[in-house]
């Protein structure tokens, strides 16, 4: 089966540095996404690794090893407004379905 | 550019009933892909539609059924309504070629009482 595990919930404080960890287990892989879901709101795209390496956008970057299925997405200056739930996902085959991780709550705070 | 709307935003049913869920993607947007959200499952998916075809479904009862229009609008069904079919449901829109980003709806919350 495929299945994705990262950390439930994770507590930082306001400009400081954060990694979240996904590791996964899937056939047919493609890539890796982080998406950011605010309390109520819609998910929202972060980053997309489809080769090994760090990609950075900003403050976040994300980082994939495919040799060992593992990814993390990493949030630096942090601010109180990405206080979130942040989820990986793989995706792999000739479609768009993704494969959600259960979600990482992230509280900053002040 | 508008984003991905749904609508209703918020349904209350009772069990029994169905309903049905309307998803318009990003114009230009030809793939649809549907969400369930729960606090127990998490993000799972439903099915995803590309140019009126369904191309890939999800690990769901043949309750949940959906379509896709020709102007790349989308619903998905809900028949005989169940207590655990509660849950947001997100559809999500791209381009259409795989492994493209998929953009978000702001989801209909449903309430199945």
């Known amino acids: 089966g495929q299945s994705l595990e990262q950390p439930s919930e994770v507590t930082a404080v306001e400009g400081a540095i954060v990694q979240i960890n996904c590791t996964y287990q899937?056939?047919?892989?493609?890539?890796l996404s982080w998406y950011q879901q605010h309390d109520g709101g819609a998910p929202t795209f972060l980053s997309y690794?489809?080769?090994?390496g760090l990609e950075e956008t900003g403050r976040f970057s994300s980082f994939l090893s495919r040799s060992d299925s593992y990814g993390y997405l990493l949030l630096q200056e942090l601010q109180m407004k990405d206080s979130a739930s942040y989820f990986c996902?793989?995706?792999?085959?000739?479609?768009?379905?993704?494969?959600f991780g259960t979600g990482t709550l992230l509280a900053v705070q002040p | 550019k508008a984003g991905v709307t749904q609508t209703p935003r918020y349904l209350i049913k009772t069990r029994g009933q169905q309903v049905t869920l309307s998803c318009s993607p990003i114009?230009?947007?030809?793939?649809v892909s549907w969400y369930q959200q729960t606090p127990g499952q998490g993000l799972q998916f439903l099915f995803e539609?590309?140019?009126?075809?369904?191309?890939n479904k999800g690990n769901f009862p043949g309750r949940f059924s959906g379509r896709q229009f020709s102007n790349s609008r989308s619903e998905m069904n809900v028949s005989t309504l169940e207590l655990g079919d509660s849950a947001l449901y997100l559809c999500?829109?791209?381009?259409?070629?795989?492994?493209?980003?998929?953009?978000f709806g702001p989801g209909t919350r449903l309430l199945v009482l």
């Open positions: 999500a829109s791209s381009l259409g070629a795989a492994q493209e980003t998929q953009y």
């Open positions: 899937t056939s047919g892989f493609y890539g």
């Open positions: 690794n489809a080769l090994d």
């Open positions: 996902a793989v995706s792999g085959g000739a479609t768009n379905k993704l494969i």
């Open positions: 114009s230009g947007h030809r793939s």
């Open positions: 539609y590309f140019s009126e075809t369904q191309r």
